[in-house]
């Protein structure tokens, strides 16, 4: 029994059913992946939030700060930078309200178009990261200098203080970072 080079008729469509098979299964676990990080996927943050008190004396004159220090903020925000960020309030869909860190992407009059970076710990489901709020809204910002020090970042500096406090010592990375803070 003589065969060609490329094999039989039947050997051919049993490979083009394996190519096939082969092909959509590819697709249909890159489609499943896809799916669960784009609605299921609960991003968590590499360290553990702070508990700090809704009342606690230092990080409400930290957030006064940052708002009594807006027109410090545009200011730095004119000058040659190298980034602008805001912590914004987020409600989550428990209903709380958590303080998110954003970049600010751009100013039109009292608003600013800000991208949300640090994931909330108590939201699920699917999390727009475009969003404009009223810059009155922002309970701390950083702009980080051309010298890459950080201006603002008030209520980072009790976060530092309440991080020793609750874990003994600050992470080498917020340790590292702290460093940074004018």
Known sequence: MSSDRHGSPL???INMRIFIFSVLAVVGFLTVVFVWRRF????????????I???DPLMQEAVHKAKNSIPRFRELAAQLNK???VK???VSSSGTTEHLWAEVLSFRDSQMQVRYLTPP?????RLERLHTHPVAD??????ELSS??????YTMRVMFLRGREQWGSLPPELEAEEKNYE
């Open 11 to 13: 050997a051919a469509a």
């Open 40 to 51: 299921f996927y609960v991003a968590r943050p590499e360290v553990s939030p702070l508990v």
């Open 53 to 55: 008190e809704r009342n």
């Open 83 to 85: 980034g602008l960020r």
């Open 88 to 90: 914004i309030p987020f």
């Open 121 to 125: 710990v108590t939201h699920t489901g």
């Open 138 to 143: 922002l309970t701390d910002w950083q702009v």
């Open 148 to 153: 890459g020090h950080y201006a603002g970042g």
